[in-house]
């Protein structure tokens, strides 16, 4: 996944979220969907865990 902010990632993610919640999506796109959520989901994820790292880093400095 480019390199994107933690931001545009969150609003990618509840655009994905908001897309899954539409009843009328097709079985194959929202599986398509559901698989980008986990990615963003996993981006997102693993920058808070580096930001908490760094954070507890400076802390202990």
């Given at each position: ?18 897309d ?15 698989q ?17 790292k ?8």
């Amino acid at each position: 996944m480019a390199e994107k902010s933690f931001e545009t990632l969150l609003k990618e993610l509840e655009q994905v979220v908001k897309d899954l919640e539409n009843k009328d999506i097709p079985l194959d796109e929202a599986v398509k969907k559901y698989q980008l959520g986990l990615e963003l989901s996993k981006a997102c994820y693993e920058m808070l865990e580096s930001a908490e790292k760094l954070v507890v880093k400076e802390i202990k400095s």
